[in-house]
T-cell receptor, first 111, second 113 residues
């Protein structure tokens, strides 16, 4: 089935530094979604990207979908301690009922 | 509060026990999902129901048995589990299986002893 590879697995930053996580696939993705899971919590939907080259922003978060629709990135500017958690990318929907998740990137922020 | 409620939040069961996990969604969604989340593994899709019909069974062992009596409720019946089945079990719902924006419940932390 569809596989999405996510890197890095872990990232530790100082508060105020930027952070980026990447999601890659060997095949074309129909869409890419991003979720955040706080420690001890459950995944929460952040955004969905559908179009080639699409870029969306949510305050300090910038999401990109590659031109070939095989990769995506989530960039956080000037991290805060509230950004701590695991960020997952996922692909699915359409005629495929599945929502397939990457392994996630665990972000920790040192205050 | 996501509109998806799971009970119980924590469950400890022996390998010979039978228990059930419950999920209820108040969002009017037509699709519901069971996911398993283990340490150091990605979220694993177990089952998908669309309009109360099972549309995906992702090679899950028969000791896990799902039930979807209506579009608002989803159960996962457990029997003769193994210690390696210990994990966080997450329920999710979406508007329909073609527009998967998943809303997750808070999960049931299951420990098999």
């Amino acid at each position: 089935g569809q596989q999405v590879m996510q890197i890095p697995q872990y990232q530790h930053v100082q508060e105020g530094e930027d952070f980026t996580t990447y999601c890659n696939s060997s095949t074309t993705l129909s869409n890419i979604q991003w979720y955040k899971q706080r420690p001890g919590g459950h995944p929460v939907f952040l955004i969905q990207l559908v179009k080639s080259g699409e870029v969306k922003k949510q305050k300090r978060l910038t999401f990109q979908f590659g031109e070939a629709k095989k990769n995506s990135s989530l960039h956080i500017t000037a991290t805060q301690t509230t950004d701590v958690g695991t960020y997952f990318c996922a692909e699915g929907g359409g005629s495929n009922y599945k929502l397939t998740f990457g392994k996630g990137t665990l972000l920790t922020v040192n205050p | 509060e996501t509109g998806v409620t799971q009970t119980p939040r924590h469950l400890v069961m022996g390998m010979t026990n039978k228990k059930s996990l419950k999920c209820e969604q108040h969002l009017g969604h037509n699709a519901m999902y069971w996911y398993k989340q283990s340490a150091k593994k990605p979220l694993e899709l177990m089952f998908v129901y669309s309009l109360e019909e099972r549309v995906e069974n992702n090679s899950v062992p028969s000791r896990f048995s799902p039930e979807c009596p209506n579009s608002s409720h989803l159960f996962l019946h457990l029997h003769t589990l193994q210690p390696e089945d210990s994990a966080l079990y997450l329920c999710a719902s979406s508007q329909d299986a073609a527009k998967v924006k998943a809303f997750f419940g808070q999960g049931t932390r299951l420990t098999v002893v």
